[in-house]
């Protein structure tokens, strides 16, 4: 089934690590995002990449980095520099402008 | 039961009957708005879309409705069951290349049996 995964679901890491948050698709989409949700908020974007081997800083990068060596592939790491880093992260990808954008499940991070 | 987006983002009503959330957008630009649907510790599910060359689209149960004068966007539910019970995203798409889906603050339908 084409679609996009997140993982893991849970991920605990302790306070000064960084982590690696991992989102593949395989619907042979040009952009992918990624987004932040706190506790009864709405989404928002953390970095975004419109093709292979660029991406551009959203609303709230600091402390975040990505890199986007694969089509298929854009992995976020939350660094030790990001002050308040648990949250629930979301991946998404669209095919082109204009066009839906497919989320994964999510990974729920806690940093304790 | 109708919401008001921002100003009110919980709307609770009973099952059988319809559904209206609203919500305004921030930019004459965009050209592509979608409704997202989003379930306790799941991803958002795509709804439903409308291009700004319409007015007004239809979906099973769903309606949306989009009022360019204004830069509101109004999502209606009919026979509002159980099942609908999730918070619900508007997005909009800025035109002239941007990929960049924005998302609104969310507006949480509660469906009572």
């Known amino acids: 089934d084409g679609g996009i995964t997140q993982s893991p679901k849970y991920l605990f890491r302790k306070e000064g690590q960084n982590v690696t948050l991992s989102c593949e698709q395989n619907?042979?989409?040009?952009?992918m995002y990624w987004y932040r949700q706190d506790p009864g908020q709405g989404l928002r974007l953390i970095y975004y990449?419109?093709?292979?081997?660029?991406?551009q800083k959203g609303d709230i990068a600091e402390g975040y980095s990505v890199s986007r060596e694969k089509k298929e592939s854009f992995p976020l790491t939350v660094t030790s520099a990001q002050k308040n880093p648990t949250a629930f992260y979301l991946c998404?990808?669209?095919?082109?402008?204009?066009?839906?954008?497919?989320f994964g499940q999510g990974t729920r991070l806690t940093v304790v | 039961g109708e919401s008001v987006g921002l100003h009110l983002p919980t709307l609770s009503v009973q099952e059988g009957d319809n559904s209206i959330i609203n919500c305004a957008y921030s930019?004459?630009?965009?050209?592509?708005f979608i409704w997202y649907k989003q379930e306790s510790g799941k991803g958002p599910q795509f709804i439903i879309d409308?291009?700004?060359?319409?007015d007004k689209r239809q979906g099973q149960r769903v309606t949306v409705l989009l009022n360019k004068t204004v830069k509101h966007l109004s999502l209606q539910i009919a026979a509002t069951q159980p099942g609908d019970s999730a918070v619900y995203f508007c997005?909009?798409?800025?035109?002239?290349?941007?990929?960049?889906?924005?998302f609104g603050r969310g507006t949480s339908l509660i469906v009572h049996p």
């Open positions: 998404a990808s669209s095919r082109t402008v204009n066009t839906e954008a497919f």
């Open positions: 619907l042979n989409h040009d952009a």
């Open positions: 990449s419109q093709i292979v081997n660029d991406f």
């Open positions: 930019n004459s630009a965009s050209d592509y």
């Open positions: 409308i291009r700004s060359n319409m």
């Open positions: 997005a909009e798409n800025i035109g002239g290349g941007s990929y960049i889906p924005t």
